[in-house]
């Protein structure tokens, strides 16, 4: 996943990542601050810092920490959900003065352990090649994980749709008998009205 958003300097902004289970997720940021005169954004935000705040879909706080303008930060995913990445800034401006615009470049990989190429070419063949086989290796337990997770989410997709299927079945049987009911009700009246009237 790679964005970018804007925020104000006090702003604080989330973003939701659905991820597995027992899964590394890395994210990369750069702060770029606006500049007024210039009409456009700096290279850079220095000396304006980033809160990084990671909460897990049962609401424990997984990671919660100050950075730089730019800055790489990790977590481990302990159950599968919908996981909350808060971004803010340290700002310490009154909201006032606080105007400046802010844009963050985020680059966030779920899952990937990423290869040190310089590393594997210092290294001889073989060690090249368990080096490459331990990625792959990776990054299927990490497709697999991925599937159970689908395939958790697929069962309880099919569940809600099971039991909304009986409800509204359900609802369609109660509403016909009231329907019967009413009908009935309405005859054995006009009945009643019809032989006081001595129309029958």
């Given at each position: 996943l790679a964005l970018y958003f804007h925020i104000g300097e006090r702003e604080e902004k989330c973003i939701i990542e659905d991820i597995p289970s027992d899964t590394l997720v890395v994210g990369n940021y750069k702060v770029q601050r606006w500049d007024i005169h210039k009409h456009g954004f700096l290279e850079s935000a220095p000396g304006l810092g980033m809160f990084v705040t990671v909460t897990s879909p049962t609401g424990e706080v997984l990671l919660s920490k100050l950075y730089g303008?730019?800055?790489?930060?990790?977590?481990?995913?302990?159950?599968?959900?919908?996981?909350?990445?808060?971004?803010?800034?340290?700002?310490?401006?009154?909201?006032?003065?606080?105007?400046?615009k802010l844009r963050?470049?985020?680059?966030i990989r779920v899952g990937e352990h990423f290869l040190d190429e310089s590393a594997i070419q210092a290294k001889d063949k073989v060690n090249e090649v368990n080096v490459r086989l331990e990625h792959l290796i990776e990054q299927i337990h990490h497709v697999t994980r991925e599937q159970d997770y689908e395939r958790e989410r697929e069962e309880k997709f099919r569940k809600t749709s099971e039991e909304t299927n009986s409800n509204i079945l359900w609802w369609a049987i109660v509403q016909t008998l009231i329907l019967i009911s009413v009908v009935i009700w309405q005859i054995k009246s006009l009945r009643d009205f019809f032989i006081a009237k001595k129309l029958v």
């Open positions: 303008p730019q800055g790489t930060f990790s977590f481990t995913s302990y159950v599968s959900g919908e996981h909350i990445i808060c971004f803010q800034s340290n700002s310490t401006r009154f909201a006032v003065i606080a105007g400046s963050i470049h985020l680059d």
